[in-house]
């Protein structure tokens, strides 16, 4: 069933309602599990949709922890999302 415009934009807005900041001090023996959940959200972003990569980023952004420095936070996330896509396609690559 489609959704109306009004639905879809209400949805939307409550997703971006429900990002708020985190402060996140994980246990040192859940640390190994944030970063594979990263790195599978990673892996999987290309199958991920435009509303859904914005919702992540929108909550890693707001998201503080002891290194926390939000100088151009997003853009440093998007670079590296980018570069493990690039360092992922070019493992696949045949030599030439």
């Known amino acids: ?12 807005k409550r ?18 599990l ?7 959200v990673v892996k999987h972003w290309e199958l991920l949709s435009a509303q859904d990569r914005e919702l992540i980023l929108d909550q890693a952004t ?10 151009q936070l997003r853009q440093l996330l998007e670079s590296m999302i980018n570069q493990q896509r690039i360092d992922k396609n070019s493992q696949g690559a045949s030599p030439t």
């Open 1 to 12: 069933m489609l959704r109306s415009t009004a639905e879809a934009f209400a949805v939307e």
């Open 15 to 32: 997703m971006h309602d429900a990002v708020t900041g985190i402060l996140v001090n994980p246990a040192d023996d859940d640390e190994h």
């Open 34 to 40: 944030l970063r594979r959940l990263g790195a599978a």
């Open 62 to 71: 707001m998201t503080t922890d002891a290194k926390d420095s939000s100088v």
